[in-house]
């Protein structure tokens, strides 16, 4: 899990998804520590945040790039 987590914090990062990369940075630390009784409601955090930056990205007009 901690794996999976640097990696997304990373790719969250160089994409521009700051709450992404936060979200997965404290993941990763949850994970470290072993706290998986929490790790649970992060992931469903990151989830929710992947939702609004997915939207984010359908809203916006390429038309003009």
């Known amino acids: 899990l901690s794996m999976s987590a640097n990696a997304l914090k990373g790719s969250s990062a160089n994409i521009g998804a700051e709450q992404l990369s936060q979200d997965a940075r404290e993941l990763e630390k949850?994970?470290?520590?072993?706290?998986?009784?929490?790790?649970?409601?992060?992931?469903?955090?990151l989830e929710n945040h992947?939702?609004?930056?997915?939207?984010h990205l359908k809203d916006m007009d390429?038309?003009?790039v």
């Not at 949850?30 to 955090?45: C, K, T």
């Open 30 to 45: 949850i994970s470290d520590i072993g706290d998986f009784d929490n790790a649970a409601g992060m992931i469903d955090r």
């Open 50 to 55: 992947w939702h609004q930056f997915e939207n």
């Open 62 to 64: 390429w038309s003009d």
